[in-house]
């Protein structure tokens, strides 16, 4: 069996805030041990439900906050900035599942350092479904037909994952009591739980379906201000409505609509408020 783990940073045990997640700041060293015991819980596990082989990608910032020589040394990893596919880059159907950690709420949302992708955003649909980094990633896996079995991250994180995944396991490693403030399982036990929840969830995956996008999806994101989607709205092919900052791109299948999504985030990104 093959199993695929998107390793984001934000839902990653014990971490409250962005001092944890920021390079430049001055928690982001902690952050960086932490994130890699909990993704080495998650390896454990699979590991010990038969999994054969293992890839992490990991999927923060610029993309290279898992400690190389700390991993466990049965997964390989995919770590660097530049990817086509960005948090599910190397996801494909040879997968028997996907697992999601140190996942983060939606945009918009009440959770611990919530968003979607970049502040810009404030929300962003699939036809009528409106998804966060989580629904993204699962349509993109359900594209491949791989099902994701496991989300781990804060509470907030748990509860978009169930509402989206039937059946899918989930471990909430900490409560949201603020966007910035959290209340905690010690690492140690929630590394214990995460191992023990990634055998549930291997054991439990053929009651969990893939999360299936539509055939031709409409991609929507709404921004933060006008001029946010304005610079998004330069990819070719994309919609710019009058009246609101919301951008639509009609793609051909859920692989050019996360593309999009990333071409048109960079985008926007670019938006000064001066």
Not at 22 to 30: C, H, I, K, L, V
Not at 73 to 93: C, F, H, N, P, R
Not at 134 to 158: I, K, Q, R, S, T
Request: proline share 4%; net charge negative.
């Amino acid at each position: 069996m093959k199993f695929y783990l998107s390793m984001d940073m934000e839902g990653v045990t014990a971490l409250p805030d962005y001092t944890y997640v920021d390079s430049t700041e001055a928690n982001y060293e902690r952050g960086r041990r932490l994130m890699t015991e909990d993704a080495n819980a998650i390896i454990r596990g699979a590991f010990m439900a038969e999994a054969k082989t293992f890839l992490v990608n990991d999927s923060h910032s610029k993309m290279n906050n898992l400690i190389a020589e700390d991993l466990h040394e049965e997964a390989e990893l995919i770590t660097g900035g530049v990817k086509t596919y960005s948090m599910v880059e190397g996801l494909d159907q040879s997968y028997t599942g996907a697992l999601f950690a140190g996942y983060h709420a939606r945009a918009g949302q009440k959770g611990v350092m919530a968003h979607s992708m970049i502040f810009a955003v404030r929300s962003m649909w699939i036809n009528e479904v409106e998804v966060g980094e989580l629904g993204l990633n699962a349509y993109v896996a359900g594209y491949h037909g791989v099902p994701v079995l496991l989300v781990a991250g804060d509470d907030c994180a748990c509860k978009e994952a169930e509402a989206l995944i039937p059946n899918v396991t989930t471990v909430a490693v900490k409560q949201s009591v603020t966007r910035s403030t959290v209340r905690t399982l010690h690492p140690k036990k929630a590394q214990k739980l995460l191992q023990e929840q990634t055998i549930r969830a291997i054991e439990n995956r053929a009651n969990v379906k893939p999360l299936r996008p539509p055939e031709k999806p409409l991609l929507k994101i709404e921004f933060t201000n006008y001029g946010e989607a304005e610079l998004a709205a330069m990819m070719p092919g994309c919609e710019l409505q009058k009246d609101a900052p919301v951008v639509q791109f009609q793609a051909k299948d859920m692989l050019e609509a996360y593309r999009a999504m990333l071409v048109m985030t960079e985008l926007a990104m670019q938006a000064k408020f001066c």
